[in-house]
Nanobody
């Protein structure tokens, strides 16, 4: 059973940055597609980014149009962790962010973390 624990959320001003971390146990992040989703109040869960199983190939990561160029997903196989670097954050990025493992397309995944809140506000 894969367990995922997110951290790194918080309150940030518009234009600021945050780095989310996802620590995995019970399975290797290198062996499955990992990803990040988010859900804002009153909205459906939204795909953000994914990184395929190793080996990483340049250009193999994928992003939602809403975050492309601002967010970067990465993976550290030695630490069995996945990260989401978020730059130039805007109020519309406010949401609970979820780490996911073994994605099934961009709609869902087999394993989920508990989520971490990101609030962008001045």
């Amino acid at each position: 059973q894969v367990q995922l624990v997110e951290s790194g959320g918080g309150l940030v001003q518009p234009g600021g940055s945050l780095r989310l971390s996802c620590a995995a146990s019970g399975g290797a992040v290198s062996s499955v597609t990992m990803g990040w989703f988010r859900q804002a109040p009153g909205k459906e869960r939204e795909f953000i980014a994914q990184i395929p199983a190793s080996p990483w190939v340049p250009g193999s990561t994928a992003y939602a149009d809403s975050v492309k160029g601002r967010f970067t997903i990465s993976r550290d196989n030695a630490k069995n962790a996945v990260y989401l670097q978020m730059n130039n954050l805007q109020p519309e990025d406010t949401a609970v962010y979820y780490c996911a493992a073994q994605l099934r397309g961009r709609a869902t995944a087999d394993y989920w973390g508990q989520g971490t809140q990101v609030t962008v506000s001045s």
